[in-house]
């Protein structure tokens, strides 16, 4: 939403000559989509984590024949898959 509002301001401050309204919107443009691409990033690296782990678990489940431990791994790898898909 911030994204946005940052590009109506820049969008409103070209159209009134205004480039202090210019630079704010770009600048609140910027930061909106840096904390988006941060927020993405860090998201994408836990569903790595989650894959990773789940993939132990399946494999010493299966190893051991731990049901619950496999079932566990299914869990963590698919709640991996969902967070590396957004």
């Known amino acids: 939403m911030s994204s946005y509002m940052g590009s109506a301001k820049q969008f409103v401050g070209q ?9 704010s919107g770009v600048a609140q ?25 789940g993939q132990a678990q399946k494999k010493v489940g299966s190893l051991t024949g731990d ?12 709640i991996g898959n969902a967070q590396r898909s957004v």
Not at 15 to 23: E, R, T
């Open 67 to 78: 049901k619950t431990m496999y079932a566990k791994g299914e869990v963590n790898d698919a």
């Open 15 to 23: 159209k009134l000559g205004s480039p202090d309204m210019v630079a």
């Open 29 to 53: 443009k910027n930061q909106a989509d840096n904390i988006l691409r941060d927020a993405t990033a860090k998201t994408h690296a836990e569903g790595h984590g989650h894959n990773v782990e």
